[in-house]
T-cell receptor
Framework: KQEVTQIPAALSVPEGENLVLNCSFT??????LQWFRQDPGKGLTSLLL?????REQTSGRLNASLDKSSGRSTLYIAASQPGDSATYLC??????????FGPGTSLSVIP | GAVVSQHPSWVICKSGTSVKIECRSL??????MFWYRQFPKQSLMLMAT?????????EQGVEKDKFLINHASLTLSTLTVTSAHPEDSSFYIC???????????????FGPGTRLTVL
């Protein structure tokens, strides 16, 4: 059974800092892994999608990596801004047709 | 990317009434759609998987008579919360997995969610 964890559960950083969010999964047989952003009371915004055959994806200040063999993905945010404050969820699309979400990391970027 | 819409985006209803939430894939056909539920400050939990033209498969602990799912076409799935009660208040999100073609058949595309509040 696939389990997804995220560390840390919460993170507070000053504006301008680079930061890394971590996601771990127990079963390496995955189709892809997505990182989402969720603002309070809002829906999901897809940030980056990494297919199982890929190692990383980049979009602007965001870079996500995937290491299937170790069951890990990281989301790197460069030069953080207050507008980056949100909950970040990673989601693993499994080989048995289910997407399993991690519990999320709540990020606060302090001006 | 592929677009999935949900309607309504939010709904408030009285206890005992039924509420229907629609999930549509706007620019692709979805053979499989998924419904998730999110309680405050928690992550998303899969409720059920629906395939076009067949009965939905519910996750353990989800009452199928409470949460009726219909996937009548390749672009529409509906979730009906029957006889809603305050404990059903939650954020409901659908996703759709596309058929092969322009959009990857291996990717789930998520809707924006529907916030249900039962008074």
């Amino acid at each position: 059974k696939q389990e997804v964890t995220q560390i840390p559960a919460a993170l507070s950083v000053p504006e301008g800092e680079n930061l890394v969010l971590n996601c771990s999964f127990t079963d390496s047989a995955i189709y892809n892994l997505q990182w989402f952003r969720q603002d309070p009371g809002k829906g999901l915004t897809s940030l980056l999608l990494i297919q199982s055959s890929q190692r990383e994806q980049t979009s602007g200040r965001l870079n996500a990596s995937l290491d299937k063999s170790s069951g890990r993905s990281t989301l790197y945010i460069a030069a953080s801004q207050p507008g980056d404050s949100a909950t970040y969820l990673c989601a693993v699309d499994t080989s048995y047709d289910k997407v399993i979400f991690g519990p999320g990391t709540s990020l606060s970027v302090i001006p | 990317g592929a677009v999935v819409s949900q309607h309504p985006s939010w709904v408030i209803c009285k206890s005992g009434t039924s509420v229907k939430i629609e999930c549509r894939s706007l620019d692709f056909q979805a053979t499989t759609m998924f419904w998730y539920r999110q309680f405050p400050k928690q992550s998303l939990m899969l409720m059920a998987t629906s395939n076009e033209g067949s009965k939905a498969t519910y996750e353990q602990g989800v009452e199928k008579d409470k949460f009726l799912i219909n996937h009548a076409s390749l672009t529409l799935s509906t979730l009906t919360v029957t006889s809603a009660h305050p404990e059903d208040s939650s954020f409901y999100i659908c996703s759709a997995r596309g058929v092969s073609g322009r959009w990857s058949a291996d990717t789930q595309y998520f809707g924006p969610g529907t916030r249900l509040t039962v008074l």
